[in-house]
């Protein structure tokens, strides 16, 4: 299979975007653990569950706290290389 050649100048961007991502994806997915853990009431849906975590706060938090972390992973990645 042939690779697509992509902008060199966009690989980390393209890196950026995917671990940012990623710390969301994980921050949103222990949210909703600890939503279905806290409050075990019966009827509790998936579909409250998500009403309930999917906030404009608790985005801003993802998006503030996932760039820190990539931005700390980012410095020991760089410290790391010897």
Do not use: C
């Not at 569950?49 to 996932?66: E, Q, R, S, V, W």
């Amino acid at each position: 299979m042939p690779q697509i050649p992509r902008p060199h100048g966009l690989k980390w961007l393209l890196r950026m975007v995917i671990e940012v991502a990623f710390i969301i994806f994980l921050f949103y997915a222990n949210l909703l653990m600890g939503e279905f853990t806290a409050s075990n009431g019966r009827g509790k849906t998936l579909a409250f569950a998500l009403h309930d975590i999917y906030t404009y706060k608790n985005f801003g938090i993802a998006l503030i706290t996932a760039l820190i972390g990539y931005v700390v992973y980012e410095q020991l990645r760089k410290t790391s290389k010897v």
